[in-house]
């Protein structure tokens, strides 16, 4: 049962920021964006053990939708799970404190030459929390509409890249199908449609795009 630091004022559970003791720590790997790394950390019970971990810059996602109910998605190969799979635009953050809301607008962009007025939080997560320390901020973004003038250059994955406009409700049946299975993609469509089945508030319960983000903290 959680204790009463992992509830909020009302009752409603909240994760909890701890930091166990690490005795050492070394980075075995170091790539262009990702790198590895290796804690020795003091368990509970006493004993010291390693665990490794990806460390990650953090990422933004756009669950982009438009007037008729559709959600902007993309499909792409992903090499690690040998799949090319049906996302919703995202990318990383640039540089450390980057404003996660500029990220989401620039990926829109350059992913989907697509541009929003209205900006709201969907959800925050950590994807794989016990092999890696990736956060992503997944945005609702509605108001859509393309953008002409210069557009980038697709190479490697992005050359194959499809773009598509999909209603929400065939979407929500495809997660619970097992047929769609990239985690933004999967946490946007079933945050929206939770959202959107929460009561009078709806939507307008959704924290605003500028909300603050503990877990990558950013200036305005």
């Given at each position: 049962m959680a204790g009463a630091e992992g509830r909020t004022e009302r009752g409603r559970l909240r994760d909890v920021p701890q930091e166990w003791t690490i005795t050492a720590s070394e980075t075995p790997f170091t790539g262009n964006k990702t790198g590895v790394r290796t804690d020795r950390v003091v368990m509970p019970d006493g004993s010291v053990v390693s665990r490794d971990y990806q460390v990650h810059p953090g990422s933004v996602a756009v669950l982009a939708l438009d007037e008729q109910d559709r959600v902007l998605v993309i499909s792409q190969y992903?090499?690690?799970?040998?799949?090319k799979l049906w996302e919703i635009p995202a990318g990383l953050l640039d540089v450390p404190g980057e404003n996660p809301l500029h990220a989401a607008q620039r990926e829109l962009y350059e992913e989907a030459h697509v541009r929003a007025e209205e900006w709201r939080v969907l959800a925050d997560v950590y994807t794989s929390p016990g092999g890696s320390d990736e956060a992503v901020r997944i945005f609702l973004a509605r108001g859509i509409s393309d953008v002409e003038g210069e557009r980038f250059a697709?190479?490697?994955?992005?050359?194959d890249m499809e773009v598509a406009r999909v209603p929400l409700a065939e979407l929500v049946r495809g997660v619970l199908a097992g047929d769609l299975h990239n985690n933004c993609l999967v946490t946007g469509v079933l945050a929206?449609?939770?959202?959107r089945a929460g009561g009078p508030e709806?939507?307008?319960a959704l924290r605003p795009a500028e909300a603050p983000w503990p877990a990558r903290?950013?200036?305005g």
């Open positions: 992903r090499h690690p799970v040998r799949h697709a190479a490697e994955e992005e050359a929206l449609s939770a959202a709806g939507l307008g903290p950013f200036e």
